[in-house]
């Protein structure tokens, strides 16, 4: 039995539930968060990378919904570890913080409504294939800070990614990459990008309509590691043909090497060196294999762990 956080308890996951009247169930207003556990057998513990830091952000996104969530950044943390223990899953999870508007009113509006909080994980593999995905530079356009922020996890705003995927689907890719209304690339779906040409490492700014990515900020400290230079500018559609190297992060896609792009092949149509080296190292340390890097992670110890 899964148990979910609700209400301000612990609760079967099932019996978390919501009314088809709520608020955000109609107008799209709540934000969320996704966070990864890995497990490490050996150690009979799950590292959950850089569970701070999401809620931090989390907390950001409520902020601009005008959300209340009622709890501080290490609530929220000491809540996700025990109900982690609870749950004890021996395999890699994934973590869905929600806040949403809760009354069940028919107003268009985000004032004078009710907010509350759920959490739940569920165990989660790889989101998308980790040695080499084919994708479509999608016709929807990534939306515009002005108009739903990118910067903020909104519900509603994943109506975007929705469409996009979709299509990309139905057309036999993998995934899409978005343009921002100026033409030049956001990021993927729900990921951010990067490219690599003539040995750089370039990603869009966070000015091109992009989330601001944890793993994003990740990657972008693990290429000092493997001693590659960044550039962080924007990149334009044409330049994604050329590129010597395309990979998609973040929290569920992890590291997605792109090896095809609108029928084009990336490279050596294989992972590339750079991605290769970043991905290999993203994974150990996020198993808690690089000492170095142990302070991304919260680990979760079973053998500690409540009686559900």
């Given at each position: 039995?899964?148990?979910a956080?609700?209400?301000?308890?612990?609760?079967?996951?099932?019996?978390?539930t919501?009314?088809?009247?709520?608020h955000?169930?109609?107008?799209?207003?709540?934000?969320?968060?996704?966070?990864?556990?890995y497990?490490?057998?050996?150690?009979?513990?799950?590292?959950?990378v850089?569970?701070?830091e999401?809620?931090?952000?989390f907390?950001?996104?409520?902020?601009?919904?005008?959300?209340?969530?009622?709890?501080?950044?290490?609530?929220?943390?000491q809540?996700?570890?025990?109900?982690?223990?609870?749950?004890?899953?021996?395999?890699?999870?994934?973590?869905?913080?929600?806040?949403?508007?809760a009354?069940?009113?028919?107003?268009?509006?985000?004032?004078?409504?009710?907010?509350?909080?759920?959490?739940?994980?569920?165990?989660?593999?790889?989101?998308?294939?980790?040695?080499?995905?084919?994708?479509?530079?999608?016709?929807?356009?990534?939306?515009?800070?002005?108009?739903?922020?990118?910067?903020?996890?909104?519900?509603?705003?994943?109506?975007?990614?929705?469409?996009?995927?979709s299509?990309?689907?139905?057309?036999?890719?993998?995934?899409?990459?978005?343009?921002?209304?100026?033409?030049?690339?956001?990021?993927?779906?729900?990921?951010?990008?990067?490219?690599?040409?003539?040995?750089?490492?370039?990603?869009?700014?966070?000015?091109?309509?992009?989330?601001?990515?944890?793993?994003r900020?990740?990657?972008?400290?693990?290429?000092?590691e493997?001693?590659?230079?960044?550039?962080?500018?924007?990149?334009?559609?044409?330049?994604?043909?050329?590129?010597?190297?395309?990979?998609l992060?973040?929290?569920?896609?992890q590291?997605?090497?792109i090896?095809?792009?609108?029928?084009?092949t990336?490279?050596t149509?294989?992972?590339g060196?750079?991605?290769?080296?970043?991905?290999?190292l993203?994974?150990?340390?996020?198993?808690?294999?690089?000492?170095r890097?142990?302070?991304?992670?919260?680990?979760?110890?079973?053998?500690v762990?409540?009686?559900?």
């Open positions: 039995m899964s148990l956080f609700f209400r301000n308890q612990f609760m079967p996951l099932e019996n978390a919501v009314s088809i009247a709520t955000a169930l109609n107008y799209g207003t709540g934000c969320f968060e996704g966070i990864r556990g497990y490490n057998e050996n150690a009979d513990t799950l590292y959950v850089k569970l701070k999401h809620y931090q952000r907390l950001r996104s409520c902020r601009i919904m005008r959300i209340d969530p009622g709890y501080t950044v290490d609530e929220l943390c809540i996700t570890t025990t109900l982690l223990q609870k749950n004890a899953m021996t395999t890699d999870v994934y973590i869905r913080p929600l806040a949403f508007k009354d069940p009113v028919i107003k268009v509006t985000l004032e004078g409504i009710a907010d509350a909080v759920g959490i739940f994980t569920v165990p989660l593999g790889d989101y998308l294939p980790t040695n080499g995905i084919h994708v479509a530079v999608s016709a929807w356009r990534r939306l515009e800070d002005n108009a739903i922020p990118s910067r903020a996890k909104v519900t509603g705003s994943y109506v975007n990614t929705a469409l996009a995927v299509d990309a689907h139905l057309a036999g890719f993998d995934d899409a990459i978005f343009l921002s209304e100026s033409g030049h690339v956001a990021e993927g779906s729900a990921a951010n990008l990067f490219m690599v040409r003539d040995g750089v490492v370039i990603t869009p700014p966070g000015t091109e309509n992009i989330l601001e990515g944890i793993t900020q990740v990657v972008l400290s693990l290429t000092e493997v001693e590659v230079p960044i550039q962080v500018r924007p990149i334009d559609r044409t330049e994604l043909y050329v590129a010597d190297e395309l990979f992060v973040g929290t569920g896609v590291v997605a090497p090896t095809k792009i609108d029928h084009r990336v490279g149509g294989t992972i060196p750079v991605t290769q080296k970043l991905q290999a993203y994974f150990d340390a996020c198993r808690g294999l690089v000492p890097y142990r302070d991304w992670l919260t680990p979760v110890s079973y053998s762990s409540e009686p559900v």
